[in-house]
């Protein structure tokens, strides 16, 4: 059996009620998977640098923050998300 040795990390934003009143968390869920897939692709030859995956979940149990996106396995939250929030996570916490 081959083992991946890139450990992965998980991106969750939730689609919840709240968090996508007025579709704010769906209009969100395009660029950032854009953004992980662009991060994936830059990466694909570095071993040591773990894959991104991008889910969704129904409630994240913030719901008066949201739209709330984490980050695992190191439990990086950040709520409140706006398009220009979204990039900055991502620029601070996926890029490096």
Do not use: F, W
Not at 21 to 40: E, G, S, V, Y
């Amino acid at each position: 059996m081959t083992e991946n040795p890139r450990p992965k990390r998980r991106i969750v934003l939730c689609m919840g009620e709240y968090c996508n009143l007025d579709r704010r968390a769906a209009k969100l869920l395009p660029i950032l998977q854009t953004l992980i897939d662009d991060l994936n692709t830059r990466r694909a030859d570095d071993a040591q640098t773990p894959t991104l995956k991008l889910e969704t979940a129904r409630c994240l149990s913030m719901c008066g923050a949201g739209p709330n996106c984490v980050i695992y396995p190191e439990d990086i939250v950040t709520n409140g998300l706006s398009e220009d929030k979204l990039r900055r996570m991502v620029a601070t916490h996926l890029e490096s």
